[in-house]
């Protein structure tokens, strides 16, 4: 049954709530999958299933023929133990909706019900994505999904993607042509020397005082290396070496990452990368083995796409909507689909009144819901304003 209004937002926020109660993590999606099926059929919404696993595609037929927009959201959820008080917190202990998947999906439910309905006047075609594995790099769900022939059968003509930002407050989007996410690649490093007494140092190969070389060093390519105009970030996240306070250690693990927005800077900081790490090592007489793992590329929206989604949401809602922002070096799956298709990706606000809720990926990221009926009657708007536009131009 077809809601709308005040009815239809509650029942979004239901809808949320309980996905923030039974989150799942990638690739482990049963549930989620289930519970959004079932409400494509109480829509009667016909989909298809299976893509990447649990991913759906829900497709609404418009009364004539027009252009065709895709509509994504993500829907799995992160391995970190929430740490709120909220009533509808999560019942799976170690997992937590923390980057706001459970709202994307539940807004997408409410696009679905605004869609539905518009469906007799509607000169287009709308796909309901339902990616599964987008917190899963480098492999992801978008490719997968595309892989399992996601788009055979219907061929976008515009995809958008919205994902909730506790930095803007509610009422207001992040939008930007061109880059608006980084590329995110990952890297271990393991060193191998040669242990002994930590009193006779002469007669070992110390690993730790060679990752201590590499981990100062390899910051000089940020510095160094590339453009000060151009964005890039290497961190080292972990090390792992030793067993005692007066033994050398003969083995040590290191795991980081590298996040750039340009092709040609991520190829730089990678080369001169295994560069430093070759030299330092032999200097240093131990031996690396490096393995380094392309993830998700950067996130880069059509131009002129992304003009109209501005110029929209500045329509609908003020120029105040829409402050300049900057482009975030955080990664995301989405990108996967814009390498193919014309897209855009922008962000909802969700921070209060103030944009100043805990960040992404925290174990106490709470969301203002005020936002869920912003961010599914925006996709609904912006889709139909899209079709009005390309029939207007014909």
């Known amino acids: 049954m077809l809601l709308k209004g005040e009815e239809l937002n509650q029942h979004v926020i239901r809808f949320r709530r309980d996905l923030h109660a039974h989150p799942e993590l990638s690739g482990q999606e ?17 989909y298809e299933t299976g893509f990447a696993g649990y991913g759906i595609l829900g497709v609404i037929e418009g009364a004539e023929p027009g252009p065709t927009v895709a509509l994504r959201a993500d829907m799995d959820a992160l391995p970190i133990k929430e740490n709120t008080d909220l009533p509808f917190r999560s019942q799976n202990e170690g997992v937590m909706h923390a980057c706001g998947h459970d709202a994307h999906t539940a807004m997408l439910i409410g696009a679905a019900h605004c869609l539905k309905a518009e469906a007799p006047r509607m000169k287009g075609k709308v796909l309901l994505i339902f990616q599964p594995a987008e917190e899963a790099s480098p492999v992801g769900g978008a490719e997968p999904m595309m892989r399992d022939g996601l788009f055979a059968r219907h061929q976008p003509d515009l995809l958008l993607a919205q994902h909730v930002w506790p930095k803007l407050p509610v009422g207001t989007f992040g939008i ?3 880059y608006m996410m980084g590329a995110s690649d990952r890297f271990e490093l393991v060193l191998r020397g040669k242990g002994g007494h930590g009193s006779m140092p002469h007669d070992g ?26 964005e890039a970030v290497l961190t080292i996240g972990t090390i792992q070496a030793g067993y005692r306070y007066n033994v050398i250690a003969d083995e040590a693990h290191l795991t980081g990452t590298i996040r750039t927005f340009r092709p040609q800077v991520r190829k730089r900081v990678e080369e001169r990368f295994r560069t430093l790490i070759a030299g330092i090592s032999e200097a240093m007489g131990v031996t690396a083995e490096l393995t380094l793992y392309h993830g998700y590329p950067s996130t880069c929206n059509d131009r002129e796409a992304a003009g109209f989604v501005r110029d929209a949401l500045v329509e609908m809602y003020g120029d105040q909507s829409c402050p300049e922002v900057e482009p975030s070096l955080a990664s995301e799956d989405f990108s996967r689909f814009l390498e193919k298709y014309r897209g855009v990706y922008y962000w909802l606000g969700v921070g209060g009144d103030h944009g100043d809720y805990p960040a992404l990926h925290d174990s106490r990221f709470i969301l203002d819901e005020r936002a869920l009926r912003i961010g599914y009657e925006t996709m609904s708007r912006l889709t139909l304003a899209y079709m009005q536009r390309c029939q207007s131009q014909k």
Not at 30 to 46: D, F, H, N
Not at 205 to 230: F, K, W
């Open 176 to 178: 930007r042509p061109g």
């Open 30 to 46: 049963a549930r989620t999958s289930r519970k959004v099926q079932e409400e494509l059929e109480r829509l009667q919404i016909p």
């Open 205 to 230: 190969v110390d690993v730790i005082v060679a990752a201590g070389q590499i981990i100062s060093a390899v910051q000089s390519i940020i510095s160094r290396n590339i453009n000060p105009l151009e």
